[in-house]
């Protein structure tokens, strides 16, 4: 499971900025992401390297886990283009990862699993980007849980618990369901802060909100398929 950072509160503004241009952007690398880290697993899977990288498999999760934070931390100060190679050297590295899920799981599983984290988070994203209600005080409550969730990941790593097992699986779900409806909104905020603050012209501003907004919710994605493949997987 990647570990998530949360980003400060950001304030509402005004702004003339074209918030459908910003949410094309981030869906658009979002979807690039999701289709370098799907593609290597798929092919590495194919070809059997799966079992032959193993051994680099903690060395590329130690690797994501410092492009992660480095990027979540620095992606409005540094230009656009370099944020947007990281991003894409973070999914492929990731893509290593999910080559393991998919040289365990059944392809049927898989696809189904792809299916409904699809459905669950595209109506979800909908409801964060269309709701007038402020998410943001939800933020704390979700860093609490997340941390719990990880917490609770390690341990049961040493007691494997049955029960806390498929506790901390549909808790998980739970947790970035609301995270992708939060994060939306939060991606809104992001861009209407940036634009207020004069940082860079209006294709600046969408490009960096663009690669902050695709990471968060990549990661959300990311993690939402590997709890609803835990669920789909015990169907066998």
Same mark, same amino acid.
């Given at each position: 499971?990647?570990?998530?950072?949360?980003?400060?509160?950001?304030?509402? *503004?005004?702004?003339? @900025?074209? &918030?459908? =241009?910003?949410?094309?952007?981030?869906?658009?690398?979002?979807?690039?992401?999701?289709?370098?880290?799907?593609?290597?697993?798929?092919?590495?899977?194919?070809?059997?390297?799966?079992?032959?990288?193993?051994?680099?498999? &903690?060395?590329? &999760?130690?690797?994501?886990?410092?492009?992660?934070?480095?990027?979540?931390?620095?992606?409005?100060? &540094?230009?656009?283009?370099?944020?947007?190679?990281?991003?894409?050297?973070?999914?492929?590295?990731?893509?290593?990862?999910?080559?393991?899920? *998919?040289?365990?799981?059944?392809?049927?599983?898989?696809?189904?699993?792809?299916?409904?984290?699809?459905?669950?988070?595209?109506?979800?994203? @909908?409801?964060?980007?269309?709701?007038?209600?402020?998410?943001?005080?939800?933020?704390? @409550?979700?860093?609490?849980?997340?941390?719990?969730?990880?917490?609770?990941? @390690?341990?049961?790593?040493?007691? =494997?618990?049955?029960?806390?097992?498929?506790?901390?699986?549909? =808790?998980?779900?739970?947790?970035?369901?609301?995270?992708?409806?939060?994060?939306?909104?939060?991606?809104?905020?992001?861009?209407?802060?940036?634009?207020?603050?004069?940082?860079?012209?209006?294709?600046?501003?969408?490009?960096?909100?663009?690669? *902050?907004? =695709?990471?968060?919710?990549?990661?959300?994605?990311?993690?939402?398929?590997?709890?609803?493949?835990?669920?789909?997987?015990?169907?066998?």
């Amino acid at each position: 499971m990647d570990l998530y950072r949360p980003q400060p509160k950001l304030k509402t *503004f005004d702004t003339q @900025i074209d &918030m459908r =241009a910003v949410m094309q952007q981030v869906y658009l690398w979002m979807t690039a992401g999701l289709g370098v880290s799907f593609g290597i697993a798929f092919f590495l899977t194919a070809t059997n390297l799966t079992v032959t990288l193993m051994p680099l498999l &903690m060395v590329g &999760m130690i690797a994501q886990l410092i492009i992660v934070f480095w990027l979540s931390a620095r992606v409005f100060q &540094m230009s656009a283009q370099r944020a947007t190679n990281l991003f894409l050297i973070y999914a492929a590295l990731n893509g290593l990862s999910l080559s393991l899920a *998919f040289y365990i799981a059944d392809l049927a599983d898989v696809t189904l699993a792809l299916f409904a984290t699809s459905a669950m988070f595209g109506a979800m994203s @909908i409801v964060g980007y269309t709701t007038k209600v402020d998410l943001s005080k939800m933020g704390g @409550i979700l860093l609490t849980a997340l941390i719990g969730l990880i917490i609770a990941s @390690i341990v049961n790593i040493f007691w =494997a618990s049955s029960g806390l097992y498929w506790l901390i699986t549909y =808790a998980g779900v739970l947790i970035f369901v609301a995270l992708t409806a939060y994060d939306t909104q939060m991606i809104k905020r992001a861009a209407y802060q940036m634009e207020s603050s004069g940082v860079g012209t209006a294709d600046v501003v969408v490009r960096r909100v663009a690669i *902050f907004g =695709a990471l968060r919710l990549y990661l959300d994605f990311i993690n939402l398929f590997w709890y609803i493949l835990r669920i789909v997987s015990d169907r066998r």
